[in-house]
Structures are given as structure tokens and as C-alpha cells.
């Protein structure tokens, strides 16, 4: 499918929640001890790592595309999927979750910066 001229629009769940709002500067320390606090959280939080990236995909390899990677990165990979996965989850599976999560955190930014830069010919 093409693109349109409007460009890539949002799903709906990212643009209700994406409403951010900026702090008052008096409030930024608080605001501060908030981010350690969430960092901290996040850092000691290793099984949810696990429950996002290592559950099984909804499609199969076959049903996708080839994409060439680095040596170094497919022998990193293995050794994840091996490891933390405990060979019940394949390379691919841990990819689709990567991909996933990426798109879902970061998916109002891509779009943005692809709206930016696509300029439509009509």
C-alpha cells in the first residue's frame, strides 16, 4: 500500500494518551526525584523484561520477510534467545517483540519525524 498525502497517522490509543504536560520550573526537583524513582523501578524490574520480549509471536518466520543483520548482533541474539529464553522462544520471536515494543514507545516520534520530512508531490 502507498502512502498518503496526509502522511502516517497515529492508532488511537497513542494520540489520547501522547497530551504531555511541562512542569513548572519551581516543581522540577520533585519532577527529578520522580524520573530516579522510575529509573530505579525499572532497573530492578528484570521479569518484565522477560514477559514483554520472550512471549511468542502471533505469526511465524515464514509469514515474514529475510533481513540481513550483523554477524556479532545474530550471534548476540542466539546467545539471548538461548540463555534467557531458555531455547523456548526463536530469534525471530525476540525480534517481533523488539520491533513491537520499539514502535509502541516510540511510534508518535517516528511519526512525527516522518510527517516532517515527507513533503507529497501534489
Do not use: C, M, W
Not at 498518503?4 to 516543581?27: A, D, F, I, R, Y
Not at 546467545?79 to 531455547?87: K, L, P
Request: charged letters at 35%; zero cysteines.
Amino acid at each position: 500500500d502507498g502512502i498518503k498525502k496526509e502522511g502516517l497517522q497515529l492508532p488511537p490509543e497513542l494520540t489520547e494518551g501522547s497530551q504531555k504536560e511541562v512542569p513548572n520550573p519551581k516543581e522540577l526537583p520533585s519532577a527529578k526525584l520522580e524520573i530516579k524513582e522510575k529509573t530505579r523501578v525499572k532497573k530492578t524490574s528484570e521479569p518484565d523484561y522477560e514477559s514483554i520480549f520472550f512471549k511468542r509471536p502471533d505469526t511465524n518466520a515464514r509469514d515474514g520477510k529475510t533481513v540481513y543483520i550483523r554477524p556479532d548482533f545474530h550471534e548476540k541474539l542466539s546467545r539471548i534467545v538461548q540463555v534467557i529464553g531458555e531455547d523456548k522462544i526463536t530469534i525471530y520471536a525476540y525480534l517481533d517483540n523488539l520491533l513491537n515494543y520499539h514502535f509502541q514507545e516510540f511510534g508518535e516520534q517516528i511519526t512525527k519525524s516522518f510527517n516532517d520530512k515527507y513533503k507529497p508531490i501534489l
